[in-house]
């Protein structure tokens, strides 16, 4: 997989941190109650990318008062919206919008800086047995950007299928929001059993609520992953009469 640099020194760094260990843990259980399934034979062959057409309705399960404003379950399913419809297209503009709250200099020299100083974006491949290898990170908005572009032209799609809200106060700010994600992504330069026939894809991030930017995000594909699109959402948030995967993004907290 041509994507970037090894991420290996990066996770056991940010192993210890707890914003990673409580949405692994949310992840862990996910996978603890996975029971593969059958699929049709066949799927998307290497060099054919999937132009997934990304869904703009949002419907909302359940929601939190106690949330802070700009953070609730419709308002960061729209942001993660904005951005993967962004990303789709290519739109650097939008982009550099949502990413990040600010340029971070790379661990550990953010040990002594403020919070806003610490954002990241990665990417992962999960083998079997749990190893992430193959991937790419980046502390930094101008290569983050250069890395979108290389995607796009590798014909990358993300399709955002799930969002839930998971805990506040995230760095010691009330209005900071960690969520995590169902997608599905697809790219030429993938693995075709990368993420299985349905392209599966877990996301982490946090938002910021005042600012309105994804300033942390994380995004695993399992080798082998057998899972149908319903398959993998069906622990996140409670399916909506009706809904079709794909056809709207259901969003909770």
């Known amino acids: ?10 996770l056991m760094k940010t192993a210890t941190l707890s914003i990673l260990a409580f949405l692994f843990l949310l992840i862990g259980c996910e996978e603890d109650r996975d029971t593969g399934g059958s699929h049709p034979a066949g799927g998307d062959r290497l060099g054919e990318p999937v132009d997934y057409q990304q869904p703009t309705r949002v419907i909302v399960t359940g929601d939190d008062v106690s949330l802070p404003d700009g953070c609730h379950p419709r308002q960061v399913a729209d942001l993660v919206i904005s951005f993967v419809d962004a ?3 290519g739109d650097q503009a939008v982009l550099s919008r949502v990413f990040f709250l600010s ?8 040990a002594d800086s403020a919070y806003d100083l610490w954002s990241w974006y990665t990417v992962g491949e999960i083998e079997p047995g749990g190893r992430i290898v193959n991937g790419f990170v980046t502390y930094d908005q101008g290569e983050l950007l250069d890395y979108f572009a290389t995607r796009h032209e590798q014909g990358e799609r993300l399709r955002l299928l799930k969002v839930s809200l998971t805990q506040t106060g995230l760095l010691g700010k009330d209005d900071n929001v960690g969520f995590i994600s169902v997608l599905n992504r697809n790219a030429r330069d993938l693995e075709p059993d990368l993420g299985g026939t349905a392209h599966i894809a877990l996301g982490q991030g946090s938002i910021n609520c005042t600012n309105r930017r994804i300033f942390t995000w994380r995004m695993d594909m399992k080798v082998g992953d057998q899972r149908s699109n319903r398959e993998a959402t069906n622990w996140l948030c409670e399916d909506p009469p009706g809904w079709k995967p794909g056809k709207a993004v259901v969003a909770c907290a």
């Not at 997989?1 to 990066?10: C, D, I, L, N, Q």
Request: glycine fraction near 10%; hydrophobic fraction near 30%; charge should be negative.
């Open 1 to 10: 997989m041509a994507e970037g640099r090894a991420t290996s020194g990066f």
């Open 87 to 89: 990303f789709n297209k």
């Open 103 to 110: 340029e971070a200099p790379s661990p550990p020299d953010y």
